[in-house]
């Protein structure tokens, strides 16, 4: 039957069958319900140098003549092949003869979709069969459309016995587009009584068998879960292995593929027709900071609401207990991790953003956050068409150092009245308006310009102008219709082009194109500054993309209407100093903040001010506000002490409140044990805790006391606590504390940072009373 129907990409695949290369898709409809789409009509290519002498090949090939060159402007040819494995093949024979290939890397199931300019939503127009809730095309007709899919989700969690190696239950709750199931199958030879959602099975390979039956009939789109990847599917995958089974989740019969991504060492896991998700790498990709990235840390941050258990060695005990004694209750527990997964990415709209930076970049739900292949997505077809090929990632070679932000030295001091002034979308904005990008670059001879930086690039050939024009465009019309998820996914993409330019893991690496940005970017801000001060204002600090100004007396009007009329006359002044370039200028400066009070500390055992740092009152709407940024209050690596200490000292100081009667009573407090609760480290190891050197950090030191007293066999997340004999475990039960180790890392820095700018110190404000306040003669400030 002829259908046509609208759906949104989620998996795309490819496999060589005899001398066929077929692409194979799997979509989801507005109502929900799958397609499946396979092609067999592309056919894998490379281009190489029209003059190269190419050696005889054991397999067919068709080479054409394509109006393409590579980036040195010399005439490319296209090769195309039957299979991919042939594809590759050449290519290797083609390297070992010294003939350089482009593109060799790019896979034709991405490179079909985006030579369409199709970003992860298309038209379907074919011959179609039914096959129950699934649709199967051959060949169809493809074309971008717009759609949002409505998709099921599936929260997965095992409970295992680390020392046994048992698989106790699988736990699952599905939701989104479908009635909500929860599920948990457990180990037991006998049924007992037990509420609906549990399902005894009388060994594992029984439980495996059941679930992949359950997994069937709910047929989920999505699995989210806890370092699903790394743990769950993995356990999964070799208890399969173990019992002779598949690990059978897939939408068709291509096994699952479970490995480690060569540069940035996450686990990754390709199911064909379905994508996993998995929390921690999805929130740090998002940049979302916790403590540490344990189910129960982000769920009691962002839930109010835990795990059962409170610490690791709790939870591997107890688990064994109630799997041998209180099924039930296991059942309950594991469940609810499935539970607080899901509602962990419902509160922050996960999914929904992921999905938001699919229809973006053009790549599919698996690969979203891997932002060179994102740039290749949306350059590559543009560059095509501008009649060039780009080079194989693997044959860019790593030139020097690109220039940073620039940062401005800070006036130290406690300043009053304090604007922020902030360039929207800088980086962005100063490629378009000085077309730097890798086109414009590769015809800079062609009707040039020289940026500020002295960068030589074309007024014409470009088009990144107009591919950021238009996710401006976007965005300020996702921010008008209330899509808070497309407007942080075009930001993020936005800003992602600059690093990519730099980045070597990239095809279109260059150092002189992040250079020319940082360089100009540089002169925009010092540019800004002069004009500010010929103004009679103070700029205190400058950093990438912002400037703080202080205002005068004089000048002190509402500081919202000043920072307003400020940021139109800095963009009057830089629209004609641009167009004096015969240039569009692009950048546009806005109010953001104001400070009542604006803290710029001295740098840490330096002279000079701390770049960086600084912290402010801010006032929004007559609400008061304290505001913390690059300082230990907002840095995971300093204790919760150090960062109620931090709080609490601004405040009284910016609010003119009286310290010294305070601080002492602080002092106080944790010396008679008030404060215990605050003293907790929380620290990441990135390797084995007998990797590390003798010499070893106090984290290390505490993670190999839980190893040698058999708590753990590993760690990689260790929570510890000060004693006089060193850093010890909360595991352990830590006691006789190192108060005096708070006080003078913890406390004392994060104190004389501050009071060192009104003439003061923390030794002065203690040491009237010192003996009083710990009848301690051994205790020194």
Known sequence: MQVTTDIFIITSDWQDAGNRHILQYFGVCRDGSLVEITIDTEKPVFFVPRDSQLPAFPFPIQQRQLQLSNFDQK????????????????????????????????????????????????????????????????????????????????????????????????????????????????????????PDYLEFCPDERTMLLRFFELF???????????????????????????????????????????????????????????????????????????????????SQTLLNRGKQLSTEVDKIREIDR???????????????????????????????????????TGLLLKDVGISTAEFDHIYLPRLHRRGFVAPNKSDVQQMEHTAGGYVMDPIIGIHEHVILLDFKSLYPSLMQTFHIEPLSKILNDVNPLVTPSGHQFSRTEHFMESVISDLMERRAAAKKAGDTYLQHAIKILMNSFYGVMGSDASRFYDPVLPTAVTKTARW??????????????????????????????????????????????????????????????????????????????????????????????????????????????????????????????????????????????????????????????????????DEYSKNATPQVRAARILMAEKLFRDVRTVRYVMSRHGAVPVETGPHDIDYMHYIQKQLRPIADSLLILQGKSFEELCQDAQLSLFDDPDFKI
Request: proline share 4%; net charge positive.
């Open 75 to 194: 005439v490319v040819d296209g090769l195309y092949f039957r299979t991919q494995r042939e594809c590759r093949k050449a290519e290797q024979i083609l390297t070992s003869a010294g003939i350089p290939t482009y593109e060799a890397d790019i896979r034709t199931d991405r490179r079909y979709l985006m030579e369409r300019f199709i970003y992860a939503q298309v038209t379907v127009s074919g011959i179609a069969e039914s096959a129950g809730r699934r649709l199967r095309f051959h060949n169809p007709k493809l074309t971008p459309c717009q759609v949002t899919p409505k998709l099921v989700v599936a929260s997965i969690d095992i409970e295992t016995g680390v020392d046994s190696g048992r698989l106790y239950s699988i736990a699952m709750h599905i939701s989104g587009n479908t009635n909500e199931l929860k599920k948990v199958l457990m180990v037991s030879p006998k049924p007992l009584d037990c």
């Open 216 to 298: 069937r009939q709910s047929d989920p789109d999505i699995i989210i879960g806890w370092n699903v990847i790394g743990f769950d599917l993995s356990f999964l995958e070799n208890k399969c292995r173990e019992y002779g089974l598949s690990l059978d989740i897939a939408r068709s019969k291509t096994p699952v593929h479970i490995r480690r991504r060569q540069k940035s060492g996450l686990m990754a896991i390709d199911i064909s027709g379905r994508v996993v998700l998995d929390g921690p790498p999805m929130l740090r990709s998002i940049f979302y900071s916790f403590v540490d990235y344990s189910l129960e840390t982000v």
């Open 322 to 360: 109630m799997f041998a004694e209180d099924k039930v209750s296991l059942a309950a527990y594991n469940l609810e991790d499935c539970v607080l997964v899901t509602e962990i990415f419902q509160k922050l709209g996960l999914i929904e953003l992921q999905i938001r930076r699919s229809q973006i």
């Open 524 to 689: 925009l801000l010092i540019g800004s500054k002069n004009f500010l001060e010929e103004k009679g204002y103070q700029v205190l600090y400058g950093d990438t993309d912002s400037l703080f100004v202080k205002i005068p007396p004089e000048k002190m009007i509402d500081p919202e209407i000043l920072g307003n009329e400020l940021a139109v006359e800095l963009n009057t002044y830089w629209q004609s100093r641009i167009s004096e370039m015969s240039l569009k200028s692009y950048m546009e400066i806005e109010f953001e903040k104001y400070y009542r009070k604006f803290v710029l500390p001295m740098a840490r055992g330096k002279t000079g001010g701390a770049r960086k740092r600084y912290a402010g009152l801010r006032i929004q709407k007559s609400v008061e506000k304290l505001e913390f940024v690059g300082m230990e209050y907002v840095r995971t690596d300093w204790t919760p002490l150090a960062k109620d200490f931090q709080y609490q000292l601004y405040w009284r100081v910016l609010k003119e409140m009286p310290v010294t009667q305070w601080l002492r009573e602080y002092l106080r407090d944790l010396r008679s044990g008030k404060k215990n609760e605050l003293l907790i480290y929380h620290k990441r190891l990135r390797k084995h805790a």
